[in-house]
């Protein structure tokens, strides 16, 4: 990781944006601290990197995302039928 940031510090970069990726989300302390170093202003994919002292993350919020979808499993095992069910883009009020 080191030889990327140091070219990146070369050519002056002025921001970083970190897309999703396995390597980026096991090495997000060294990618944060990296770019720390460097000045960096960057842009994670989840909060995990913010929480690890990143400067800011845009993404979407898995436990959130498992706890609406727990509510339908709930509903249909209790017999409500999926079709009845509000749709994702219109939110449940339970």
């Known amino acids: 990781m080191e030889r990327p940031f140091a070219a990146i ?15 980026f989300l096991s090495e997000r302390r060294l990618v ?11 842009m994670f994919f989840l909060r995990e990197f913010a929480e690890a002292g990143g400067l800011m993350s845009y993404g979407p919020n898995f436990p959130e995302l498992w706890r609406r979808a727990a509510t339908y499993v709930d509903k249909i095992l209790k017999g ?15």
Do not use: F, Q
């Open 32 to 42: 944060v601290d990296l770019a720390t170093k460097n000045r960096l202003p960057a």
């Open 80 to 94: 409500a039928k999926p079709a009845d069910l509000p749709s994702s883009s219109r939110r449940s009020s339970s």
């Open 9 to 23: 510090s070369r050519e002056k970069v002025g921001a970083l944006i970190v897309l999703p990726s396995p390597m």
